[in-house]
């Protein structure tokens, strides 16, 4: 078996002295793992193709326990990213979401043109790093059938007020009135930052990332997205505790 596929390398490990296992998100196989010989030879072809962040054109072979990169060739590499020790730790990140939520070995194209286009506003400084991060964790949750229940109040049916409660375990909204405080990690939410929360889920992909909020909107809007993937995967991500000591 033997196939050809974009993808981005979400993560690289060093075997032995000379090869790679890659974790890649591609476009027709979602995550895959793979092996790539003597790409750890800097003057092997396969070397800058199969490093973490770079998006290649890449063949894969079925091997009998394992796929085998053989062919690969860089597509475009987010060298603007490895420069900055912030944005190379928040991609990071958005690649350990990648990890985690993509589908294996399933058509990806949705989530691979998501995280590329995370990327590249990163990369290129056109959006601040906190609206794009809340744009691709709660996109990318709900893409993957975890989408939040945001048009309404969930008890009297109100669809805004002055302030708004996230209720990140389920998903949902309550209004100042009706929520009662309790131990339930609800996050109190502004109209602007619950607009911004509603966008990050039901806008159209080409205006996904095309709003702007005050700083403190946006740290309602991190709170509540970091929340509501904590308790949809149950885990911390790595990563993202890295970046936050770093910030």
Do not use: W
Not at 32 to 56: D, E, R, T
Not at 163 to 176: D, I, Q, R
């Amino acid at each position: 078996m033997k196939f050809q596929t974009n993808g981005l390398i979400l993560k690289e490990m060093n075997i032995g002295e000379q090869d790679k296992l890659v974790h890649v998100l591609t476009k027709s196989h979602g995550v895959m793992k793979a092996f790539v010989k003597g790409a750890k030879n800097i003057k092997s072809q396969k070397c800058a193709p199969s490093s973490l962040l770079s998006y290649s054109r890449l063949t894969f072979y079925k091997g009998r326990d394992s796929y085998i990169i053989g062919d690969a060739r860089t597509l475009h590499i987010f060298s603007k990213l490895r420069s900055d020790v912030k944005k190379m730790c928040l991609a990071q990140y958005f690649c350990e979401l990648a990890l985690t939520i993509c589908p294996q070995e399933q058509p990806a194209e949705a989530f691979l043109s998501l995280i590329l286009n995370s990327l590249h506003l990163l990369s290129e400084g056109t959006r601040p790093a906190n609206l794009i991060k809340p744009c691709l964790e709660m996109r990318m949750t709900a893409m993957a059938g975890y989408m939040p229940d945001l048009r309404m109040c969930d008890i009297c049916g109100e669809y805004t007020a002055p302030v708004m409660y996230f209720l990140p375990h389920k998903g949902t909204l309550e209004c100042a009135s009706c929520h009662k405080a309790t131990a339930d990690g609800a996050i109190p939410l502004t109209d602007a930052a619950l607009h911004a929360l509603r966008h990050t889920v039901y806008a159209d992909d080409d205006k996904l990332f095309s709003f702007a909020l005050s700083d403190e909107g946006l740290g309602m809007l991190n709170q509540a997205s970091e929340s509501y993937l904590k308790y949809r995967f149950e885990k911390d991500f790595k990563t993202l505790v890295f970046y936050k000591t770093i910030i």
